[in-house]
């Protein structure tokens, strides 16, 4: 079925609003439904992306929207006024005692989440499935900032390991591990993946993505394996050039708070760590000049400062040539910020639709962002897609 630009704009629109609200459910509503079988469940690699902890209940990952097929991703939250029922067996969003969206249709479970690795590890759990041929690897959890009570305001990676570690293998991978799952994930079809983690001395951190990428290469065979280095802002700028010389395309350093005062208190280990927030920048500058245009990233976290300075933050960092990336601020279970509400949907649509404007104006289209992003699925991908007439069904 065909469907008309205003049509498919309203679904990413409520694609939008369900993101921020959430969705309000039994947690023991997908019994019996086949997560984990044949619908694709839900991994918490790095963050967990709810309300309330659900430990030993698996939540399917995603699911479509009728209009558009534009992936929604479930997060959680029991105050929400989007409500996941089933009935007869089919499952439906109800909002105001009205169906909001009909006949849910969940993601497909990739067929490597049944697989594992040569010394036995589930492959799901060292590369998540992101969508549209993207996989996000985290090789830890680990993040230093923890110890020294200078963990990221809005960040639950830390508590996303005492949650959920036990269950879903949230300690370091090797590098063989790595290479085999993105062996697997490229002979069937993949070919962007990102490497994250948490908050590692430099040194330590080169050192270790140097070895995947390395890894990597021999196992495919190639040299260029569309990759994208998510690190922290070293003190030594010199070694950007190590990340770009291993064999990845793209790079990633999140910024997270555009706005210098804000930056210091939501981001206390970043401010204080390798140069501050000064530094953090002058990191994207280096990386700008050893990658290239578009082939830099830098997330900022939409919802917490000002959209004034947001704006301003992704305005500057895109007319440099670096993919500056709002990402829809959802509060988190295990975050210092957990109980906090994200502004309501009118406010991040109105982010995503200046951002777009932004993108434009600069020539950045959605296959450049999505080969140099984690999730290509996010409200502003949707955007771009729709404008550039790109459909892509799963």
């Known amino acids: ?21 959430g969705l309000n459910f039994d947690p023991h509503i997908f019994d019996d439904s086949g997560v984990g079988n044949d619908v694709a469940e839900r991994v918490n690699a790095l963050f967990t992306c709810d309300r309330h902890a659900h430990k030993k209940i698996e939540f399917p990952a995603l699911f479509y929207l009728p209009v558009g097929n534009f992936r929604v991703h479930i997060r959680w939250n029991l105050g929400s006024h989007f409500v996941l029922v089933k009935e007869d ?49 985290v090789y830890s959890n680990e993040c230093c900032l923890k110890e020294k009570g200078q963990d990221c305001l809005f960040c639950n990676i830390n508590a996303t390991k005492d949650l959920y570690g036990e269950d ?32 590692v001395p ?6 270790y993505y140097a070895d995947i990428a390395e890894t990597i290469q021999d196992k495919l065979g190639v040299e260029d394996f569309n990759g994208t280095a998510c690190v922290g802002a070293p003190e030594d700028l010199s070694v950007i050039e190590k990340y770009k010389e291993a064999g990845f395309s793209s790079i990633a350093t999140n910024i997270e708070i555009w706005d210098e005062k804000m930056f210091e208190v939501i981001c206390p280990g970043k401010s204080q760590m390798c ?4 530094n953090w920048i002058a990191t994207l500058d280096r990386e700008l000049e050893v990658f290239g245009k578009f082939h830099v990233r830098s997330t900022l976290v939409s919802g917490i400062e000002p959209k ?6 992704i305005d500057t960092l895109v007319s440099k040539g670096i993919c500056a990336l709002p990402s829809q601020w959802y509060v988190n279970v295990g975050s210092a910020l957990e109980g906090h509400r994200t502004p309501d949907p009118d406010w991040h649509w109105d ?9 434009q104006r600069n020539g950045l289209d959605f296959w450049t962002l999505r080969n140099a992003t984690a999730e290509p699925d996010t409200v502003i991908h949707d955007l771009l897609r729709l404008d550039e007439g790109i459909e892509l069904v799963e």
């Open 168 to 199: 879903q293998n949230i300690n370091w991978k090797n590098v063989n591990e790595i290479a085999e799952t993105v062996q697997e994930c490229y002979g069937n079809g993949y070919n962007h993946l990102t490497v994250s983690g948490g908050f």
């Open 351 to 359: 982010v995503f639709e200046k951002t777009k404007a932004i993108y």
């Open 1 to 21: 079925m065909s469907y008309t630009y205003e049509q498919l704009l309203e679904s990413i629109r409520l694609k939008n609003e369900i993101q921020v609200e």
């Open 275 to 278: 140069g501050g927030r000064k």
């Open 202 to 207: 430099e040194r330590r951190e080169v050192d």
């Open 89 to 137: 067996g089919v499952f439906n969003i109800v909002k105001d005692g009205k169906r909001v969206v009909e006949n849910i249709r969940f993601a497909k479970r990739a067929d490597y989440y049944s697989k594992k690795t040569s010394d036995g590890a589930d492959m799901r759990t060292i590369a998540q499935d992101y969508g549209y041929g993207n996989i996000f690897i």
């Open 308 to 313: 004034e300075s947001l704006i301003e933050g």
